[in-house]
Antibody, heavy 119, light 110 residues
């Protein structure tokens, strides 16, 4: 059974940093691209960043460029999102998401970890 | 303002067929396939349709997708009360080099 378990969310002040983690199990992690998708309270879905199975190909949403870094440790079956210079508008539930074998987004989603940016 | 445009709400009665539209542009839906997701209240989204019209295992054939030009649509036939959820379309955008979502459509079963 595929499982994606996020952690690392919490309350942080504007300008602060957080590192999110996603522990993956139930599939061969290094065979699949992964992504982070967020959802602000009461709002829709927003893709944040994606990374290829080897980690060599990375993309970011405009809102994340220059502030967020996605990376993965295939030996530990873990996906990360390093978030710096956090803003109030980054407040959201952050989902870890697996791509299909055909690199289509989102055949499995974690339950999310909540990031709250507030003073 | 979402890159893909969906109606904010849709509704139907049990047994009815309801369609949700998703409008994009030449840089996304016009050249890339579309996925659809369903999000039940208080839960994570799940994949409903991928690559325009393919259903993951476990998704009933009441759900179907199509794409034409710069638009896509999701059809739900035999509407059921458990279909009350938010539905999102998404596609890769070649200009933005990012996945883009629609704003979501809240489905109400009357």
């Amino acid at each position: 059974e595929v499982q994606l378990v996020e952690s690392g969310g919490g309350l942080v002040q504007p300008g602060g940093s957080l590192r999110l983690s996603c522990a993956a199990s139930g599939f061969t992690f290094n065979n699949f691209a992964m992504a982070w998708v967020r959802q602000a309270p009461g709002k829709g879905l927003e893709w944040v960043s994606g990374i290829s199975k080897s980690g060599s190909n990375i993309h970011y949403a405009g809102s994340a460029k220059g502030r967020f870094t996605i990376f993965r440790d295939n030996s530990a079956n873990t996906l990360y999102l390093q978030m710096n210079s956090l803003r109030v508008e980054d407040t959201a539930l952050y989902y870890c998401v697996k791509y299909t074998s055909g690199t289509s987004l989102g055949d499995y989603w974690g339950q999310g970890t909540l990031v709250t940016v507030s003073s | 303002q979402s890159v893909l445009t969906q109606p904010p709400s849709a509704s139907g009665t049990p047994g009815q067929t309801v369609t949700i539209s998703c409008s994009g542009s030449s840089s996304n839906i016009g050249r890339k396939t579309v996925n659809w997701y369903r999000q039940l209240p208080g839960t994570a989204p799940t994949l409903l349709i991928y690559t325009d019209n393919l259903r993951p295992s476990g998704v009933p054939d009441r759900f179907s997708g199509s794409r034409s030009g710069t638009s896509a649509s999701l059809a739900i036939s035999g509407l059921q009360s458990e279909d009350e959820a938010d539905y999102y379309c998404a596609a890769w955008d070649d200009s933005l080099e990012a996945w883009v979502f629609g704003g979501g459509t809240k489905m109400t079963v009357l």
